[in-house]
């Protein structure tokens, strides 16, 4: 991981058998962190099935590596595979600041997705409190706006309002295909799937 902030971490004891496993120059050591959630744990970065929604293919009748972790979490509470659609006047903002000077515009929204990193994690609040984040944004003509895709807290529900921030900190990371910018803080509401009427229950996932 490239990502200053959680390379503090990759060395330590209670990892060393991970690193191991998993070195430097492995597909997992490469992938670019970017985004606005930020943690010194590089734990906080990984996902379970509950959070990415795969839990109706996670059988327990086999054996495989993490099963016994996955097991002894199954009572606990759970992220969940979520949407968020963002608010319209906050993103005409986004867009308006390409014209101001030095580095006062925010990150660009690059259309129609704009998922700029490998590992893209957009930190999300609600009433003030970090309920979890996003990996995914786009702009969906289902929807007629801009809309991302992610993992919130099991009492984030439709209709909820919450608060996306937008860009990276301190102007923007050490990856010269990222323009240096201002963050921003972008008004969202929890939806449900996105997908139009005419496609519900035919298979399309």
């Known amino acids: 991981m490239d990502r200053q902030y959680a390379a503090g971490r990759v060395f330590e004891p209670e990892l ?17 962190l970017g985004g606005s959630f930020v943690s010194d744990r590089i734990e ?5 099935p509950w959070d990415l929604g795969y839990t ?9 590596i993490g099963r016994e972790a996955l097991e002894a979490r199954i009572d606990e509470p759970h992220r969940h595979k979520a949407w968020v659609e963002w608010n319209q006047d906050d993103v ?13 515009r925010y990150k660009y929204l690059d ?29 969906s003509s289902n929807t007629r706006s801009w809309i991302s895709l992610g993992s919130l807290d099991a009492d984030a529900q439709p209709g909820d309002e919450v608060v996306l921030t937008w860009g990276e900190p301190n102007g923007g990371s050490n990856n010269r295909a990222i323009e240096r ?4 803080t972008v008004r969202a509401t929890v939806i449900n ?12 996932r």
């Open 44 to 48: 906080d970065y990984y996902v379970t």
């Open 181 to 184: 910018h201002a963050q921003t």
């Open 111 to 139: 259309t129609p997705m704009s998922t700029y990193t490998a590992c893209q994690f957009d930190r999300v609040e609600k009433d003030g409190r970090h309920i979890g984040s996003m990996n995914l944004s786009i702009y």
């Open 56 to 64: 109706h293919i996670a059988k327990f009748d086999h054996d495989f």
């Open 92 to 104: 005409a903002k986004i867009f308006a600041s390409m014209y101001n000077e030095g580095d006062q």
């Open 16 to 32: 060393a058998d991970f690193r191991r496993w998993h070195n430097g120059n492995s597909f997992e050591g490469r992938l670019a």
């Open 193 to 204: 799937r996105p997908f139009s009427e005419s496609t519900q229950g035919s298979g399309n």
